[in-house]
């Protein structure tokens, strides 16, 4: 059995594995890689939070209408015509299809609420991390 080298003590290590050691600093300890820094976010309108969510609904919308009409079509018509048999195949995937999305949109609303309010208290936290640790 081979026998594995002994680890390197801290003070035998090369200066370059010395830099890619994390430091404890404090300035290091407020900076988050994914959050928006504290001082330079500018307050968004309720467009630039909300519009995926919007435009999902209202695609979601119009693909239900539009299932219901190619539905309401292919059941009024006769039996007689060719086209009948693929609207009556073609209607209901458009309903469930405009009804996933108007709910998915629906659904995305109350988290984009939810994420909202916890970036505020982290931003409020954060700022306030900063404050005591810089004293």
Known sequence: MEVLPKALE???RSPESKD??????ASSLCISSRSE??????????????HKPIIIMSV???ILLFGVAI???????EEKHK???VLRMIGPAFLSLGLMMLVCGLVWVPIIKKKQKQRQKSN???SLKFFLLNR
């Open 10 to 12: 801290v003070d035998e």
């Open 20 to 25: 890619l050691l994390p430091s404890q600093t």
């Open 37 to 50: 820094s504290v001082w330079t976010t500018t307050p968004k309108s309720n467009w630039e939070i909300y």
């Open 60 to 62: 979601g919308a119009a």
């Open 71 to 77: 539905t309401c079509v292919a059941y009024i018509l």
């Open 83 to 85: 086209v009948v048999q």
């Open 124 to 126: 409020f936290f954060q």
